[in-house]
């Protein structure tokens, strides 16, 4: 029987500094879009999310003004890295 497992983070017990910074601004500015980070922090749908805020696929978006861009996009590349460590040791696991 196989399992299929989707990969999750486990959070960290503490952000780095401008990481944590990061998303207590976006949670003041934008607390709709913090809030869904926080629900989402450690899932690979976080992933997708960034990428549907990030990027307009629809051509008629306003935006965020760059230093929230900048922080999404520094979340991002974090979190990808925590998703990306995870699924590499799960596999791991699965396969020994």
Known sequence: MIKIVTPKAVPPKKLPADIDMAVQMINEIYPVVGNR????????ALQRY????IIDDRGNRKGFPIYIGTVL???HSYHDQLVS????NSWIQATA
């Open 37 to 44: 980070i926080e629900q989402l922090w450690g899932s690979a």
């Open 50 to 53: 960034f990428n549907s805020i």
């Open 73 to 75: 996009l520094r979340m």
């Open 85 to 88: 460590e995870n699924h590499r």
